[in-house]
Nanobody
Framework: QVQLVESGGGLVQPGGSLRLSCAAS????????PGWYRQAPGKERELVAG???????NYADSVKGRFTISRDNAKNTVYLQMNSLKSEDTAVYFC???????????????WGQGTQVTVSS
């Protein structure tokens, strides 16, 4: 069974840093177009950052210059380094990716279970 498992969330003070990880597990060939989303209470889920297979990144305006998305293709893992955190970054962060079960299969979209990030003094 394919799963995307996030880790690294927690409580941090404003100005602090956290590094989120998203590891794809199960019988997979590769992941494509992974991204990080977040959902704050009472708000819609929004894209935070994405990275293409070629390493091209895109970010929400609210996190540009503070967050960095990266990937380790050998480990099928995606990271989100979050620096200079603000209270408004508080949310549940979700990983999303298209997963190839084999080299020739149609990719299927998967979501992780989410990890809570709370920025508070």
């Amino acid at each position: 069974q394919v799963q995307l498992v996030e880790s690294g969330g927690g409580l941090v003070q404003p100005g602090g840093s956290l590094r989120l990880s998203c590891a794809a597990s199960g019988s997979i060939y590769s992941i494509n177009a992974p991204g990080w989303y977040r959902q704050a209470p009472g708000k819609e889920r929004e894209l935070v950052a994405g990275i293409s297979s070629g390493g091209i990144t895109n970010y929400a305006d609210s996190v540009k210059g503070r967050f960095t998305i990266s990937r380790d293709n050998a480990k099928n893992t995606v990271y989100l380094q979050m620096n200079s955190l603000k209270s408004e970054d508080t949310a549940v962060y979700f990983c999303n990716a298209a997963v190839y079960r084999t080299r020739w299969s149609t990719p299927l979209n998967y979501w992780g279970q989410g990890t809570q990030v709370t920025v508070s003094s």
